[in-house]
């Protein structure tokens, strides 16, 4: 059985099964990709719901493993060089489980170096200005009298949403197969009507996205992953 003793985390949120990968998460766009990630690789994992409250990811625990108090995190008892590793950044973990497992990374160096690309592209753009359309539109920042910021997030919104689009042009999938790389843009394009802002950046006339959302939550795994761990 695997000593995962030098994680305080583990003291919070104990592995119930020690042998298998540890995710410590919540179902927010980031938390997703991990959880969609492990179902589809087939990889077995146990989910421990971290809460965005302070008393989760601001706790020593959760620090200890991420010092940017964020999910998701993971623990693999399994870790590249015979010993545990704990691994955060959602970009990062997708790119880990990818290289352990040889799945959903492509076949050749140039199949890797495009779904990176699209992941980078999720990571530094998709995923920040969407989180920041969010602020701006539905939540605390939507009260603000001066709209200007408001507006510079929805018009990058639609930039991004364009540039997708565009590329998705008789393509099924962002960067050949299915990859991580969707995995990573997807959830963030389905937070769009959590933000109820799919009408401000005109998201119907985004047809191959509409599609391509709508093929990716058809899949099996996605449709566990997104409930994983489970809000209540």
Known sequence: MADLSAFPITQKWPAQNPDVLQLYSFPTPNGVKVSIALEEMGLPYEAHKVTLADA???????????????????IDPDGPDGKPVGLFESGAILLYLADKTGKLIGETATDRAQVTQWLMFQMGGLGPMLGQLGFFYKFAGSEWGDKRPQQRYID???????VLNLEL???????????????????????????????????EDHRNLVAYLDRFLERPAVQTGLVTPPRD
Do not use: M, T
Request: proline residues 7%; glycine residues 6%.
């Open 56 to 74: 989760d990811v601001k706790s020593p625990e959760f620090l200890s493993l991420n010092p940017n108090n964020k999910i998701p995190a993971i």
């Open 169 to 203: 042009a008789g393509k099924d999938w962002v960067a050949g197969e299915y990859s991580i790389a969707d995995i990573a843009i997807a959830p963030w394009l389905r937070a769009l009507d959590f933000y109820g802002a799919k009408e401000v950046v005109g998201w």
């Open 156 to 162: 990058e919104a639609k930039r991004l949403l364009n």
